[in-house]
Every structure is written in C-alpha cells, then in structure tokens.
C-alpha cells in the first residue's frame, strides 16, 4: 500500500477531488431515460419508503416489487426481459440516490448492454445462461470493478483504478447477473454507518434522521428502497447485518472462506487475525441462498485458494425427524438492547414456544466484553497506521465514527510479534471456551442448533452514534455464520412509547441506554425491527434452513413486501 | 511460554536432565514381561530390519507382522485379543529403541490396562468399541499425554506435564485405540532427521548410517521396524513424509483443518502464518485411511474450532467414468534429486503410460525457491527468539541442524506488523498463482488431479546432512494433502552403482549432488526409495484414492511386508 496517491488530478483538494466524484455520480443518473423527476427536497417526509410508488410507472413498480425468487423464473422464461428489469431498477436505484444518498454510480451504459446480451442468448438458445439469468445485483462500491475507482472510502485512494473484475462477481456475471449500480461505503469501511468524505451520509430510507448502517449502508438503503433486491456486501463486525437490520432487509454473513473475498479494495493487506466475509442482503431469504448457492457452485477455491473447498450443501435436511432446538440471546450482557428490539424478540419467542417443530432453551452470553477486547485489538494490529495514513493522506476530515473506532479505541495497540502471537492465542482459547459452551448444550442431535437474538442495541441508530458491535462483531470473532431478518415490525410511539425502568451497567451500556431515554420512541419511529439467527462455524446451510423454520414457525413471512 | 523451566529439579545440569529421561526411558523398556534380550551392539549390521525375526517369538511376530486392515478384524472378533497384541508391540517397540534409539517411552502399563478393559468389553458386549479396537497406536512425544512429559525437544522444557491429553488421541480413544509408546523427537522439532540433547539420534532401521528423518523420525524407524503400524507424526516442512519415506512406510500429511492439533508442545503459539498438520505413518495405504477417517468421524471440530467442519468422504469414486490424470514432477528446478529416486520415479511412470485408467503428463514446477523463501521466513516470524531461548534456557548445545534452520537460514527475519502482511500477502499470492497454473491443466473433468513427484532429494541421508526441504515444504507452502508410498525398492550398487554426468545449478544443487558423489550407492545401500503424490487443498480423500489406483497400476503393494 505504499503507492498512495492523494488525489486524481495531483495539487488538487480532497474537496474537488469529492465534488469530481459526485458529479459523475449524478451524470450517470443524469443518463437514464427517461429522466427522473427532480424531487423538492424541502417537502419530504421522514420517512420516504412510499414515494417511489409516486415516481415510478406501474411496470416498473411490478419489476423491482418482485423478489429474486419471482424474478428469475420470469427473465429464464423470457415473461420480462433483462433490458425492461435491467432499466427499471436503474431507475429505482437513481430514485433511491435522491431519497437516502446510497449511490457513487449506476452503470447504465455496460448493465443495458449486458442485459441486451442475456436476452439475446436466451432468444437464440431457448435457455437461459445460468440461475442467475439477468438478475440485477448491486455492488457495494468496495469491490473492484474493471476499469472503475477502487477507494475503500478514502480521498487520497480515488484515482486507483481497478484492473480485473473481483473473483465474486465474475462467477455471478458466469451465472447470468447484471451489475447495474454500485454503493456507498463509509470512510476506512468501519462504521457501522456509512458516512464519507467523499459523498456525504447515507440515511435511512424509513427515518432519515437515522442512519442506514454500515460499512454496506449504500446496500442496505438500496435493498430498503427497494432500488436493488439483491445486493453484495462485506462484513468484518456487522457491515453486512447492521445495514440489513437497519432497513429492515434480509442480510447474510457466511463463514469466512466459503465465498471469496478477492479484489475488495482494503488497507491492511496481509492482516489475517479477524477474516472478512462478503454476502447478500436481499429483499428475501430465497435471495440469500441463491445467491450463496451460485457463488459456492462457481467453485471460488480452485482459483482463491485460502477458501475451503466446500460444496453448498443441496436437498439438506438436518431437521428431519427432530427438532430445531433454538437458544435464545435475550441481551449480551454488556448492553441491554432497547425495548423495541425486547418486544420484537418476545413475540418471535412466544410464537416459537407454541411450535410442535421447535425446541426453545435459553442461551447465556459469555464475556462479550472480553470477545470485543480482542477482536478490537485484532483489527487493526498496526496500531491503526495504515488507516490513518489513508485518512491524513489527502488532508480529508477525520469522521466522527473514525475517530471511534481508531482514535478512542482503548484495545487497540501495534503489536509485535510476540503479542500478535498472544492475542492470536487468546482469539483461539475464546473460540474454544464459546465452542465448549455449545458442546455443553446437549449430545449430537440434541445440540443447540442456532441462537436467536438482537443484531443491535437497538433499532437504526441515530447518525453517528453506532458505537456499540458487540451484537454482530461477537460473531466475527467466532466466525460464526449468520443472518438478519425483519421481525415485520416498526418503531412505534403506541408500542414503544412507555417508560420504562432500566439500570445500565457500565459505560456501553449507559450510553445506549441514554440514547432511549433522550430520543424514546419517537425519536426512532418507522425505524424496522430486525433480529439475528446464528450458527455454528460452518453450517451456513443449517442456518438458512433453521430460519425457514424460524420465520414460518413465527408467523413471519420471507420477503420483504414492496 | 514464559514459565520455563531449566529443568526437573532446578540446579541440574542439561546433562542431568537427558541422563533422567534416559533412564527413565529405560525403566519403563526394562519393565516388559519377559525382558529382552541385551544386544551386542558391536555386532549389530548396518541393516538391523532383521534382527527383530530373531529375537521375537512366533505369535509376536505374526502380530507385528500384520497390517491395521488385517489386525482390525481379527480385534473385533476376539480372534486375538487386545493384551496379546498390546504386549507385541510392545515388545517390538522396545527391542526397536535397543536396535535404532526411536522411543522416548514405553508405556506398558497403562497400554496393558485399557488392552484389558477392551478385552472386557468385547467379552461383555460381543462387540468392539469402534473402528480402532485394540489397535496400537504410537504417538510422537511432541503431543500431550496427560501426567506425561511435554518437552518439544528442549532440555528446558522438559518438566512441563500435560494437564491433559491431546484431542486427536481423545477421539481415538475413543474409537478404541491403544497408546502404548512415545517416539522420539528432535531439538526444535525443525529438523528433517531427529537428534536431541534428551535422547541422541535416531537412526536407519535399514542403514544405520544414515537417519530415518524428522521430525518425526522416531515414529519413522518404528513404524518401519514393525515396532508400529500406525503412528502419529506432524508435519509442517516434511516431518511425517521424511521420515515415512526415509524408512520406506506410508505416511500421509492431510490439509491442515481436518485433523486437530490441539495439545501439542511446541514454541510460537499463536502463530499462523505457515499451518503445521498432523497425520499418520503407517505400513499401509489402509492403515492411512483408517486413521483418517477414524479421526475426522470424530467430528474434532466441535471442540477445536479452527479446524473445518468437513466430513470424510465415504465411498467417493472422483474417477469413476474418466481416467486420473497425473502429472510428473521429475524434479523441482532447484536441487536434483539422486539417481535412485530418478530411477524409481520413471519405473512408476513407465508402468503408468501403459495403462488404460491413468493419464501421465508433465508438471512444470513454478519457483519452487521462491516458495522456499516465503515458508522459511514464516516459520520463524520473531527471527527465531522463541526457539533460541527455548534451546539456551538450558545450556544445552546446539544440534547442527537447528543450526542449519534457525543461525543459517539467510531468509529468516524479525518481522513488523507491516512486514508480517507484506509477507502474508506475497505467500498468498504465491498460492494464487500455483492455483492458476493447476487451474491451466484443463477444464473441470480434465484438469489434473494429483501431482507424482520425489519426497526429498534423494533416500534417507546421511546424518546431519538433510538440508534440503524443498520437495516436502513446497506443499506445506501451498497446504496440499501429500502422501508418501514406498515404491518397494531400494539403492543398490548394482542399478544405482554406475557413475553419471551431472552439472549442478547453483549451491543447494551443489550439496545435494555432492553428497551423492562422496557415498555413491554403497554409502546409501539398502535405503528404502519412496515417492510423493500431492493433491490440491482439502481433496485429501481425492488423494488416497489416487494413490490406490498408482499402486495397482504400477504394480506396487499397498502394505509394506515384513
């Protein structure tokens, strides 16, 4: 990483250097035919959900309502043609940009010109080219893109072209996929928001005075907006889920090394002691495992060889004859999630007690404290020198959730070798201890299958105040698989609004509290409810099978309604 | 790794300690019921792989002279009990230490009792304990046995008690295995032979000039005495493969993940940039199998999670329907290996090309030095500070081939954070580019399946001399699955006596061929020949098919006669 530039055009300001950004950004959208109305910024509601329903025609509010599940039969049978579904989620996505910010490019040009092709291949051959058939997906701007700026959220990086297409979305593009429009990232990708120097803050589309999460919040507004029903993120703490959550879409971090993570665009090159994951968040759980199912069906091992050569489990019935034995995580421990968050899980539990198909236990929580000292130390084992250096490097402001998690991390070190090798030790010695927890569950088939639980302190945070990962990074750490759902709930002043009697912990824990008390039920209304269903390392397609289960078991329905 | 201890008993000398273990060592060999006859050991021939036939009685060696495939059964049944075989190779094993100085313990004892207990339970039950029922197994003294020493080769460390046994040799336990010896090791456990201050050097069964490998050498020369037919080596530079291949046995290195390491001794913990792996040495293709399996159904990854959830493939036919395709690697662009392992290699190929279920092509290795530079530094990310304190706590000298590894390795460094990525990431894409070059072998069906190359640069060499790692590193760089096959053969002066022309490439090449040109045929004589067939990653069981449907077509045994 030594060849840092500062800016495209050297002598110029981190200023021009975003203003150039942005302004090919709005030129793409700026392309699309027909044009899109120009939105009085003044007059919109908190909550912008519904507007799209105003903007965009009928059969374009009939593509991007449908879900990956629905789509696919339909472009494979040649009903909608690629270039009709290619162009209306260009537009819903160029609609999304106005409404939240979640933007840095859409592609007309190369999404139209592909989605002509599919559908001349299906024309000429009757077939479609793969599972995928003309599938838009949206890409979280992280991943390189040939020919297009690789910054990882950082001025001082614009300008680092990249030269190949990432190894994930040359598999998806063998199975049929569209890349139509890429998305926000947050500067140093380590937010749970998505705020950048580069093009300002994502917010969330159902309150915008909340954020969109993060690092894949581009993904998580597009997703909510529906301007992408099926979208790439990474996630190394809850970049992936936090986004999901927030927007109350589907969102799934696999088990690291199952789908490859070659050609994202990161500091740190080389650092191996917490593994990032790449996944989907999708308008439904079916877009999840088509999309996981494609990728691992690419064989992505026989060209990254850190990736474990491991098949997609198909036809898998690990539930067959037995129960599904759920344990709950009411709270970490560390911090008590806000009662939105309490109530969705009570009324999933309930529901789950009244099942013949599932067994309910209780999961108890060990030192998520002592989990997040170590993998906030592990993520940056250079002491934060290579982010800093790519924060200072074009003079750009540092961002207040930088600041967090670089700054005011009081875990954080440069470590040698000797104390690399030790926190490495201790990362395995807790992996073990949390393994142990589970064997204790119960023997073989009466094992703990998955836990349920929060995928946050609380609903979409307030913009930059998502300090708290403890919900999500815990499963990093363990390299857990894991996945969020919508509880099919909102934030409401008649539900949420009661006082309530609560004595924090600690200082995490204060602080959360406190932004309850200050900004209560209101403060957070239309904010969507989420939860978190977790798996043993390894057993992504357990997971996904238990939350069928979960959902159907719960009264909850797969997709996300337009 | 702070709490070192000097030694035993605080204030003796290193000396003190060996001459300790020694005894000890002794005591538990003296225990046997009846004794062993004393050798004169001026007598002895440079090949002592006779000598056992003279000194055990009929029954032990019909034991010891069966194979694990054929031991199984006759457990299982009752036909020979768990004590009758538990006390032959016990006896085998101690007359071994007396003919080649192999074994750190005996334990009679204990292996006695749980022979009993399992004779027991087959009379009580009419059924065996599992798949391993009564068969001995020797472990290497690098893994933790509860209540025994754990000293990885340093005089220092000697002292150091297993609070608890190894999870591999619990699951075997499991499976009905029985622990009855401890082999030998060497100082540091980086060596290709095996030489200690504790307990000297374990020599060559079949030319006691030469060394019968390392690290896990002592389980080398057992194993190719009879003395076991199945042991526990790990590897991670060639210390299963040498000394399987020194003494012409099976030995087999899997993908690291699948087989668990928790609990062996060993410095660096914490490290991860190079992954060690465990593996067995056995008299047969079966008994490698057998153990594997055994292992993996243990499911040993719900206790250690950093290892994959990955089942054995049972009754897995890769090449049903389509040929295996081979590719020779002759030798490695670096260090030609000696006449006798040429010779061999083509005998194997020539057989191969004439059949009609096998493809044979080239394999052109890629920078087989680079890979050496890469791994060297990455074993020793501290520059090797561990290691040398572990050896001067004690003042015990130095063995000159940890000279050789940790003093005179020119790619050894102190790495930095930034250093130690940048090292990670150049290893990395070194895999990378070793994938793309299989990949390039064909598409899907047609590519190739498994590498047939040497196991070092010549047969077992002469004492001190094995300071070529090239031909086993290689894929531990990469974390191939290898496995090592006897190719029933060995140097003789009359078809490898002849002199030859050959102009060294640079300095490896140099030593290596000297060492050839100095000893000639007669310096190696009766050497067992062995070869190497290597997979990509995680295609362990792919492997061990391969090697079946090698061995067949050329026409070699899968067992290793008495």
């Not at 999901?244 to 696999?254: D, I, L, Q, S």
């Not at 209304?525 to 798996?535: G, N």
């Amino acid at each position: 990483m030594s060849d840092v530039r500062v800016t495209i055009a050297t002598g110029t300001t981190w200023q021009e250097v975003a203003a150039d950004r942005q302004r090919h950004r709005d030129a793409t959208i700026g392309a699309l035919q027909p044009p899109l109305p120009e939105l009085a910024l003044k007059e919109l509601p908190l909550n912008v959900t519904g507007l799209c329903q105003d903007t965009l025609s009928e059969q374009e509010l009939a593509i991007t309502g449908a879900n990956v599940e629905d789509l696919a039969p339909k472009l494979a049978s040649g009903e909608w043609s690629a270039a009709s579904v290619t162009s209306a989620f260009l537009r819903r996505a160029g609609l999304a940009q106005k409404l939240v910010n979640c933007v840095t490019e859409l592609l007309p040009k190369a999404a139209l010109k592909r989605a002509a092709e599919l559908d001349e291949y299906l024309a000429a051959h009757g077939k479609p080219v793969g599972p995928l058939h003309g599938i838009p997906i949206s890409v979280k701007e992280h991943l390189a893109m040939k020919g297009l700026d690789l910054n990882a959220g950082f001025v001082s990086w614009v300008g680092r072209v990249a030269e190949d297409d990432a190894l994930i979305l040359k598999i998806l593009w063998e199975a049929g996929a569209v890349f139509y429009v890429r998305s926000t990232q947050p500067q140093t990708l380590m937010h749970l928001e998505t705020s950048s120097n580069l093009y300002g803050v994502t917010v969330n589309p159902s309150n915008t005075t909340l954020t969109a999460g993060g690092s894949s919040g581009g993904e998580g507004a597009l997703v909510g907006l529906r301007g992408s029903i099926l979208g790439i993120g990474t996630d190394i703490g809850g970049s992936i889920r936090s986004p999901a959550a927030n927007n109350g879409v589907f969102g799934f971090k696999p088990t690291a090394g199952r789908l490859p993570v070659n050609g994202w665009s990161a500091t740190m090159a080389g650092s191996e002691g917490i593994l990032g994951t790449i996944g989907p968040l999708s308008t439904s759980l079916a877009g999840l495992e088509l999309f996981t199912k494609s990728v691992v069906a690419g064989k992505p091992w026989l060209t990254s060889p850190d990736l474990v050569a491991m098949d997609w489990k198909e036809n898998y019935s690990p539930f067959e004859g037995r129960k599904l034995k759920i344990a709950v995580m009411w709270e970490d421990g560390v911090v008590m999630p806000h009662p939105p968050i309490t109530r969705a899980l009570e009324g999933v539990v309930e529901k789950l007690k009244t099942s013949s198909v599932v067994d309910v236990v209780e999961w108890k929580p060990w030192r998520h404290d002592l989990a997040w000292e170590i993998i906030a130390g592990l993520y940056f084992c250079d002491g934060g020198a290579d982010e800093t250096a790519a924060i200072n490097a074009s003079g750009e402001p540092w961002r207040p959730l930088s600041k967090f998690i670089l700054d005011e991390n009081p875990h954080m070190k440069h470590y040698d070798i000797a104390s690399l090798w030790a926190a490495c030790a201790q990362r395995n010695e807790y992996r073990e201890k949390y393994a142990a927890l589970w064997n204790a569950t119960g023997d073989g088939g009466d094992m703990v299958d998955v836990i349920l639980c929060p995928v946050g302190p609380g609903v979409a945070p307030k913009l930059d105040t998502s300090r708290y990962w403890g919900y999500t990074s815990q499963w990093n750490l363990l390299d857990y698989p894991a996945v969020v759902f919508p509880a099919n709930d909102r934030v409401s002043v008649e539900k949420d609004g009661g006082s309530l009697e609560y004595q924090p912990r600690g200082e995490k824990d204060v602080y959360n509290w406190n932004l309850w008390k200050e900004h209560g039920a209101e403060g957070y209304k239309d904010a969507p409810i989420s939860l978190q269903l977790v798996a043993r390392r390894y057993e992504d397609e357990k997971l996904l099978k238990a939350l069928e289960i979960v959902l159907k078991q719960s009264g909850l329905p797969a997709t996300v309604s337009q």
